[in-house]
């Protein structure tokens, strides 16, 4: 079993926290964009519009969706269920988090735009130090061409802040409500998909110091130290969840 995706992505951490939590082998490969662009296409057999990671591929089963690859690790492996019933509440809060994540996936990106070390971090390590100051240019041309592929710019950013900050006061109701008693509190009355999902929607307020592969000024790029300080207990709730879970 192979899982391709991005070692900085929230969208691939979402697919390896399941794999992992259900204890399912796999072999994880780093794609590139753009260069590993035509392989991928003729994995997934999408020869048009966008092709996105991660994409886990078993046998002759590809999917490409991470909650597709969610489930799957539900049913390949053994440990906490993800997808408990009603599944209906697990489906809300992959939603919910959806939201959340483009939110804040626009609006980390337009930081980026403004530093050029976080851009240069966008290209391969292999190829920076030979580059040198050309690799912030190669940096921005591949974020402002992620900004278009997602849609990024077709909503002003104060209103994909607006978003991101619903989805977080969201996901802070829905902790209040929890009948969980487990520690950390769980989103359902036991661990599952939906704290995975909800989990990665604070990746864009502060990163997880364990997960996801981000250098230091991708890191900056990525964190909003007003919504850190504003959603505190949610980090924190995170970070415990981490703790408890990732490396199960």
């Not at 390896?16 to 997934?44: K, N």
């Not at 626009?106 to 690799?135: I, Q």
């Not at 996901?171 to 009948?179: E, I, K």
């Not at 997960?211 to 919504?227: K, M, W």
């Amino acid at each position: 079993m192979q899982l391709i995706g991005l070692p900085y992505s929230p969208w691939s951490e979402r697919a390896r926290f399941a794999l992992d939590v259900r204890h399912v082998a796999y072999t994880f490969r780093s794609y590139q964009p753009l260069l590993g662009e035509p392989r991928l296409r003729l994995l997934t057999g999408k020869w048009r519009g966008n092709v996105t990671v991660p994409v886990l591929r078993d046998g002759k089963l590809v999917l490409s969706d991470s909650g597709a690859i969610a489930r799957h690790a539900d049913e390949r492996g053994e440990g906490p269920r993800l997808f408990p019933e009603p599944v209906a509440e697990v489906a809300h809060f992959e939603a919910l988090a959806e939201r959340g994540l483009a939110a804040g996936r626009a609006l980390s990106l337009a930081r980026m735009l403004d530093d050029d070390e976080a851009l240069a971090e966008m290209v391969p390590r292999a190829l920076r130090k030979g580059l040198g100051p050309l690799a912030a240019g190669i940096g921005r041309a591949g974020v402002r061409r992620t900004f278009r592929k997602y849609g990024c710019d077709a909503r002003p950013l104060g209103e994909h802040r607006a978003e991101q900050v619903s989805v977080l006061d969201a996901l802070r109701a829905a902790l209040a409500r929890s009948v969980s008693k487990d520690e950390p509190r769980t989103l359902l009355p036991a661990f599952s998909y939906a704290d995975i999902t909800m989990a990665q929607t604070l990746v864009f307020v502060a990163p997880p110091a364990t997960g996801l592969r981000l250098g230091r000024a991708s890191r900056r790029a990525f964190s909003d130290p007003e919504l850190r300080e504003r959603y505190t207990e949610l980090v924190a709730w995170r970070d415990a969840l981490y703790a408890r879970w990732r490396s199960a």
